[in-house]
C-alpha cells in the first residue's frame, strides 16, 4: 500500500539482489530483524542521479504515506 502511494520514487519491498526470491532477506536477518520486520522493511534506491538535498522530501512523502495507510488500518 505504501509503494502505490509513492510511484515516482525508486521502492521496493525486497533486496536488490534477490528480488526474484520472496525469501526475507539475509542480510537483515544477519543484522537481528524478526521475519516480520523484514516483511515490513523496504528498500529506497539511490543512484548517480540523486542529490542529498532531496532525501529530506522522500523522506517527507514516505512518513506522509506510511501515516496514511496506518490511518486506513492496514
Do not use: K, M, Y
Not at 26 to 49: E, P, Q, T, Y
Amino acid at each position: 500500500a505504501i509503494i502505490a502511494r509513492i510511484t515516482d520514487i525508486a521502492i521496493s519491498s525486497g533486496a536488490a539482489c534477490s528480488s526474484a526470491t520472496p525469501e526475507p532477506s539475509h542480510v537483515l536477518r544477519a543484522i537481528g530483524l524478526s521475519d516480520d520486520h523484514i516483511r515490513g522493511s523496504l528498500r529506497i534506491g539511490l543512484g548517480r542521479f540523486n542529490t542529498a538535498a532531496q532525501i529530506p522530501a522522500v523522506v517527507e512523502r514516505l512518513a506522509a504515506a506510511i501515516a496514511d495507510v496506518r490511518q486506513l488500518g492496514h
